[in-house]
């Protein structure tokens, strides 16, 4: 699988991350990204970002699963967003800013890709999110069996 890390600022720059991050999808590979590896892939499967006003930067920021309709407490740091309403078809929102509505997550409905705007490794609920790991590992072994 391809971890697609966290890292500061505007990530339609990184044209060499999103071109990256088009290639393993199209090769299917098991693709996780978190913060600005959130962005690019939404920047990736065709979404837009968008510069936030204030951004979120700290911990105990709630997240609400639009799924399951359960709550995690997050950590967060960053000052852009993916635009939910330029997920291409195949995409869903998966998470979103209960302060402010703003998209947390996103996931193919087909295939093994998610992402998150928060950080599930900085343990903040003190480790409400650490399934996202155990979800990856589980899809990237699916793959080689």
């Not at 199209?26 to 970002?49: D, N, S």
Request: net charge negative; charged share 20%.
């Amino acid at each position: 699988g391809i971890f697609l890390s966290n890292g500061p600022g505007d990530p339609e720059p990184c044209r060499y991350a999103i071109e990256a991050t088009r290639e393993f999808i199209a090769r299917k590979l098991p693709t996780f990204g978190i913060c600005l590896g959130h962005q690019i892939m939404g920047l990736a499967v065709g979404g837009r970002t968008l510069k936030m006003k204030f951004g979120h930067h700290g911990a105990n920021h709630p997240v609400l699963d639009v799924e399951t309709k359960k709550v995690y407490i997050t950590s967060q740091n960053h000052g852009y967003a993916v635009r939910e309403d330029s997920l291409p078809a195949g995409w869903q929102p998966w998470f979103v800013n209960i302060n402010d509505g703003s998209n947390e997550g996103i996931r193919s409905r087909t295939e093994p890709y998610f992402s998150v705007q928060f950080h599930p490794e900085a343990s903040p609920g003190p480790q409400d999110t650490a399934f996202l790991f155990d979800d990856f590992l589980r899809l990237a072994g699916e793959l080689k069996a």
